[in-house]
């Protein structure tokens, strides 16, 4: 049964013309993960493509535990969701910090401040008017 939510973000998907594939890669843990005494969902390969534009993102992606335990896989709204909070990422890394409640003294919190910036960077070139973020940052 597709909710209001998955509606939503299907509609998304269609009106913009990008196809959505989730696949299965393992359970192992996430990079920001400090040890292996937590629970987490399976590791997805997320790609989501633009074929008029040849436009294509790839990423990995963790389910929730409750997913995973349940045999759920990811769906559009999932990943889209997630994709609209991390899309504006704040490219200062003092910013950074002060949103997310990290240390600005941490080289981890550098290291992950790097890559979410990256990713910021991948899906503004997929997502690339103001248009298409503004309806994706209404996926909610």
Same mark, same amino acid.
């Given at each position: 049964?597709?909710?209001? =939510? ?6 998304? %998907? *269609?009106?913009?013309? @990008?196809? #959505? ?22 590791? =997805? ?6 074929? %008029? *534009?040849?436009?294509? @993102?790839? #990423? ?81």
């Amino acid at each position: 049964m597709i909710t209001d =939510y998955g509606k939503q973000a299907n509609d998304f %998907l *269609t009106k913009f013309g @990008i196809t #959505f594939n989730a696949k299965f890669v393992d359970s192992s843990c996430p990079p920001f993960c400090d040890s292996n005494k937590h629970i987490h969902g399976n590791k =997805y390969k997320i790609i989501l493509s633009r074929p %008029l *534009t040849q436009k294509k @993102i790839s #990423f990995s992606f963790w389910n929730s535990y409750n997913d995973s335990q349940s045999g759920k896989e990811p769906s559009a709204y999932d990943v889209l969701s997630c994709c609209a909070s991390g899309i504006n990422c704040p490219d200062n890394f003092k910013d950074f910090c002060a949103e997310f409640g990290y240390d600005v003294d941490s080289i981890k919190t550098l290291k992950t401040f790097k890559l979410c910036v990256k990713q910021a960077e991948k899906l503004n070139n997929l997502f690339n008017t103001e248009a298409m973020v503004a309806e994706l940052q209404n996926i909610q």
